[in-house]
């Protein structure tokens, strides 16, 4: 039986370590610059810490397309830390865009350069490169890399590997008020696009029925760990972090993190009994995982934010990049209207029968774009407001202020594997001002009205002002 081992399969997942761990488990002993270890993470791994080193999976052959990817954890710090340390003032080239202020620290590097998880999250960034549009606004952007989970993600944009990055809403607000870190949200990658999958062996055909369960999430500081708990809370049910082995009460649901290619896997494996995750790993375990949709996220919280465009602050709040970062905004809302005109196209580019930017079939990213029908979804009843007219997933750019305050909020009532202590002081509206950069993403959609055309936008009055509904 194998371990479940960290992104480089070489430890068990509980146990984190980089080139110059000093833990006395590893061996290792190269010393990491201290330059590169300031701009790291307070924690080496922001939220995975409390996953089980014990958790065995069973791989199936039928996901060895869908597991790691050819960038370890290891190697993105190595090349985070060229970068930190001066390679990229060799890739900078002439542009049009201004040299940064001295008051700024972060070079500037007006060439895009994007980190993503293979989710349809990242689409928007992805369709962005591939079809031109950052092109069409004068901006060079680099391949983007795939990236296996969170964690190395943060990594890799707090050491400035990436300047442009899709990331859970809830991850920039831990970076910026506990670790202190300059970062800024900009605009949205999407809404909705999440779901809860169970395996069809578990028996659960409601929330009330996760007592004794355990049941994963791709990161703590995630939409899906702050819905999937109020969904289990509302149907009398207690999350609980606890090892696999420990004894659960009867109304007791075991949370843990796995990085979202290990998800279906596991629920096939029998290992979890279910998992909140992104497209299109729900789309994954109904088709290949024998599992099946509980309920979908956007279906409990009407066109709820999930993964964000972050920016590092330099490069978004610098006047003398204004021009640049204005062009990447005018791109990524060119790129949403693309995307809801053209779902089957973008799924077949997008999937590893197109463009290769995600390791599944066609069929599996198009059921995660496209599949959304209440007579598909009636058994479990995953849909229980069709009348909301939503997406499996949405595309529409504008940061909706309410959300981030209610995002705020939510955070200080979830279960997670660390300390919230960071949230005493914050308030909603200060997070929702302090956090989140308006400026560009606002003037980027006045110019293409069509985007009030998605229905997580309201149809009535201010489409910038919305009150956000949610019902279990």
Not at 38 to 55: C, E, F, I, K, R
Not at 262 to 272: E, K, R, S, T
Not at 296 to 305: A, S, Y
Not at 339 to 347: F, G, L, M, Q
């Amino acid at each position: 039986m194998k371990k479940y081992l960290d992104e480089d399969h070489t430890q068990p997942r509980a146990l984190v370590h980089v080139d110059g761990c000093s833990c006395g488990t590893c061996g290792k002993s190269k010393p990491v610059d201290p330059r590169l270890q300031q701009l790291m993470p307070d924690s080496p791994d922001v939220a995975d810490g409390m996953a089980d080193p014990n958790l065995a999976l069973n791989y199936d052959p039928l996901f060895s397309s869908v597991l790691g990817s050819s960038v370890s954890r290891r190697d993105m710090l190595k090349m985070a830390g060229l970068a930190a340390l001066g390679g990229m003032g060799g890739m900078l080239s002439s542009s049009a865009f201004a040299a940064p202020q001295k008051k700024f620290t972060k070079p500037f590097d007006p060439v895009v350069k994007i980190g993503y998880l293979p989710i349809t999250d990242a689409a928007t960034l992805l369709v962005a490169h591939e079809l031109g549009f950052f092109k069409r606004e004068g901006i060079d952007s680099e391949p983007p890399t795939l990236i296996r989970g969170w964690s190395p993600l943060v990594e890799a944009f707090s050491a400035q590997r990436f300047n442009l990055a899709h990331m859970l809403i809830p991850v920039p607000i831990y970076m910026r008020y506990n670790n202190k870190f300059p970062v800024k949200i900009t605009a949205w990658n999407h809404t909705n696009g999440s779901g809860i999958i169970v395996s069809k062996k578990s028996g659960i055909n409601s929330p009330k029925e996760f007592g004794g369960k355990q049941f994963a999430v791709p990161y703590w500081y995630s939409i899906h760990n702050i819905l999937s708990q109020k969904i289990m809370r509302g149907a009398g049910i207690t999350p609980v972090i606890r090892p696999q082995d420990a004894k659960l009460g009867p109304n007791e649901c075991n949370f843990l993190v796995l990085n979202p290619p290990d998800m279906p896997p596991a629920l096939a494996a029998g290992q979890i009994d279910g998992y909140c995750v992104a497209e299109p790993f729900n789309a994954l375990g109904e088709l290949k995982a024998d599992g099946k949709m509980l309920r979908f996220t956007g279906d409990v919280w009407k066109g709820h934010p999930c993964c964000v465009v972050i920016m590092h602050e330099d490069d978004a709040m610098d006047p003398a990049r204004a021009a640049w970062a204005q062009g990447v905004h005018n791109a990524i809302v060119a790129a949403q209207l693309h995307i809801s005109a053209n779902r089957k196209s973008v799924a077949q580019m997008l999937s590893k029968d197109g463009k290769k930017y995600m390791p599944f079939p066609a069929e599996v990213v198009e059921r995660a774009m496209m599949f959304y029908d209440v007579a598909d979804y009636s058994d479990p009843v995953a849909i229980k407001h069709p009348e909301w007219d939503q997406s499996r997933i949405n595309f529409q750019g504008w940061p909706f202020p309410s959300a981030t305050k209610t995002v705020v909020s939510e955070m200080k009532t979830t279960l997670v594997g660390g300390d919230l202590a960071f949230l005493n002081k914050l308030t909603p509206d200060f997070v929702a001002k302090d956090l989140v950069n308006y400026t560009y993403i606002k003037k980027a959609l006045d110019k293409n009205p069509k985007w009030k055309w998605d229905l997580s936008v309201p149809q009535t009055g201010n489409p910038f002002e919305r009150k956000e509904v949610i019902a279990l």
